[in-house]
């Protein structure tokens, strides 16, 4: 049922007036106009609801990948670390061989050096020894005479 009490027309074609729906409510829009804005004021608070939803669900996606990024961060960083780790202790290895190289020369020199005087102190028992053995033949052999 429409009743219309008081009809205005605005800019020459658009009518304005009171009526009333089914249940005798009073609108201020007529009753089709009235269930349109009302479907679509549903809707819209539909679309709001899964706007929102899908806000948190981003919002929640959003947190797992920034958790994730923090954790590949840390493997990053710890990745970093031990490559560092392992480049210092190839310095430190190197550091060692040469090292061991530079002693390792040194006694070499040393044992060369050792065995040349050996050698040589060989070589001076032997004339030593010569020398005693043709002292002895000589002072035995001149005390027979």
Do not use: C, P, W
């Amino acid at each position: 049922i429409v009743v219309r009490f008081h009809n205005i027309k605005m800019n020459g074609d658009v009518e304005r007036g009171v009526f009333f729906d089914e249940e005798y409510q009073i609108r201020i829009l007529e009753v089709d106009k009235f269930n349109l804005s009302k479907g679509l004021q549903d809707n819209t608070n539909i679309f709001i609801t899964n706007v929102q939803q899908l806000t948190a669900l981003v919002e929640k996606y959003l947190s797992q990948i920034d958790q994730q990024v923090e954790r590949i961060e840390a493997e990053k960083l710890r990745a970093v670390g031990l490559r560092n780790r392992v480049a210092a202790l190839e310095e430190e290895r190197r550091r060692k061989r040469k090292e061991q190289e530079r002693l390792i020369g040194e006694k070499q020199e040393e044992l060369e050096r050792l065995m040349t005087e050996e050698q040589s102190l060989i070589k001076v028992k032997q004339e030593q020894e010569l020398l005693i053995s043709k002292l002895s033949d000589s002072s035995s052999g001149a005390a027979f005479d």
